[in-house]
């Protein structure tokens, strides 16, 4: 299926703009990269971006994590392969990107305060907010997996 339009030519101000924050909220993180690109693997998968898994599954890669992880994001929870840690951040993320109607409940905050400070908590949240609204461009406008890969060094990935 081909883009259906240009959205970063078309609103490159925008773009630009959340690039910068999309950048931002990664560069003063206070998390581990590789916890980040778990997390944005999973935010993707399920809101069904396939540009975007296409995309942070080969920059995980690059970073350094091990492909079986990655194959085993979207079963997290029967997985052994991931850490406390890692399986409060991918909860947390599940409960963002969908946001319950009945709102995030204490007991699902209280578990993600056993692992993370109130700091990675926040920034957590930040780029749980930022890869949704990416998921929500590239889905609404059939964003192509693969086709930045040059201009993102993502051919580097060896996929």
């Not at 540009?51 to 995980?60: G, I």
């Not at 905050?109 to 749980?128: A, R, W």
């Not at 929500?136 to 051919?155: C, N, Y």
Request: hydrophobic letters at 45%.
């Amino acid at each position: 299926m081909p883009q259906r339009l240009p959205y970063t030519k078309l609103s490159p101000e925008a773009s630009q703009q959340l690039f910068k924050f999309s950048s931002t909220v990664k560069e003063a993180a206070s998390l581990d990269k590789l916890l980040m690109h778990l997390v944005e693997i999973r935010a993707s998968y399920i809101n069904g971006c396939s540009f975007c898994v296409d995309m942070h599954v080969k920059q995980a890669k690059i970073d350094g994590e091990d492909v079986l992880r990655m194959f085993h994001v979207p079963v997290w929870r029967e997985s052994t392969l991931f850490t406390d840690k890692e399986r409060a951040a991918l909860e947390w993320t599940e409960i963002v990107t969908n946001m319950p109607a009945e709102g995030v409940s204490d007991a699902a905050f209280e578990n993600l305060k056993e692992h993370f400070s109130e700091k990675e908590i926040s920034d957590l949240t930040f780029v749980i907010a930022s890869i949704n609204a990416w998921n929500r461009l590239a889905i609404s406008f059939t964003a192509v997996p693969g086709s930045g890969d040059k201009v993102f060094g993502l051919d580097k990935a060896g996929f």
